[in-house]
């Protein structure tokens, strides 16, 4: 018995996008993984420059308590008490964080696990203590299922039929970060690299960092539907990684991040095609794969540097 399955090329590229039928689906399911790959790149490009890394690690388990709380203050799974609870428990796992590095001899790598641990468990305790009043699948947010994207009720704002609710929210949070970051570029680049100099020019230092982990905790939760929280640290890590093997300029990482979407997006999508798994762990293995071809074969990549 062979391990991976036949590798046809018909079956894999062509027929998930031989009827109308397919491409409506398929078409929301890409058009997800994109949004994702892009939110998620722009921001991890500014926590990975920051050698913060396991922070969306740390934020993505630390919302957990907050959408339980969120429930039992509001007694509702939609997307809006959702989004305060995980949101205001994301800002609190980074303070928390932020107080132990400051506060005591524990290094940052160190209260990040700590934090985030407890916190999780933490959430754990409240699922299982609510589990007759909570319908709320701890797999489902760890490993998401982007190929249910389009089951997604539709938005209704004002009367109107926005159309597919996660797709919506996920593209309003895109363009709310790429303004963002457009608006306040500056900062968050001397901030990331020299933050004793933007303290020198009177910027609030603290101030821009915890904005940042907002941001962080909204594409978080936003994303959490689509490819869990758990995967959600590849779409952090891996673009702004695999980008740097062609540069050094942020600028030009942050413009790679958009090209290495499409491919993790679509990689992923016709991968898990082939081998029948989940498309969300299918674009993380597109994503290990594209990292370790730019990682032996860019231009600063390990075989060009041993000539």
């Known amino acids: 018995m062979n391990f991976f399955p036949v590798f046809d090329l018909n079956t894999i590229f062509l027929v998930p996008w ?4 397919l491409v409506q689906w398929n078409g929301q399911v890409i058009l997800m993984g994109l949004l994702v790959c892009w939110t998620n790149g722009i921001l991890g490009s500014f926590i990975v420059v920051r050698r913060m890394a396991l922070m969306g690690d740390a934020i993505s388990h630390g919302i957990l308590p907050g959408l339980v709380i969120s429930f039992l203050i509001f007694g509702s799974l939609e997307i809006g008490p959702m989004l305060i609870g995980a949101c205001s428990a994301g800002l609190a796992c980074s303070l928390c964080i ?3 590095r400051s506060h ?66 996920m593209g309003a949070v895109c363009v709310f970060v ?22 020198s020019y009177g910027w609030p230092v ?7 982990m907002f941001l962080l905790a909204l594409s978080t939760v936003a994303s959490m539907e689509a490819v869990g929280v758990i995967l959600v640290v590849a779409m952090l890590v891996f673009p702004c990684v695999t980008a740097s093997f062609f540069s050094e300029r ?3 990482i942050l413009v790679i991040t958009f090209p290495l979407g499409i491919l993790y997006t679509f990689g992923g999508f016709h991968l898990a095609h082939w081998l029948d798994c989940s498309i969300a762990a299918a674009m993380a293995i597109a994503a290990t794969i594209i990292f370790i071809i730019a990682c032996a074969l860019s231009p600063r990549g390990i075989l060009l540097r041993l000539k």
Not at 18 to 21: A, F, G, H, K, N
Not at 148 to 163: A, E, I, K, R
Not at 179 to 192: A, D, E, K, M, P
Not at 206 to 212: R, S, Y
Request: charged share 10%; glycine share 6%; aromatic share 8%.
């Open 18 to 21: 031989s009827t109308d039928q």
């Open 98 to 100: 932020e107080w132990l």
């Open 104 to 169: 005591t001899p524990i290094r940052q790598d160190a209260s990040m696990a700590i934090v985030f641990t407890s916190f999780f468990a933490v959430g754990v305790t409240l699922i299982n203590l609510q589990t007759d009043h909570l319908d709320l699948d701890t797999g489902c947010i760890l490993y998401g299922e982007i190929g249910l994207t389009p089951l997604s009720p539709d938005l209704l704002f004002m009367g109107l039929n926005c159309g597919n609710r996660s797709i919506c929210l």
């Open 178 to 199: 790429l303004l963002i970051v457009s608006l306040s570029y500056r900062q968050l680049l001397l901030t990331s690299f020299d933050p004793t100099l933007a303290h």
């Open 206 to 212: 603290k101030l821009i960092h915890l904005g940042l």
């Open 250 to 252: 942020l600028p030009i």
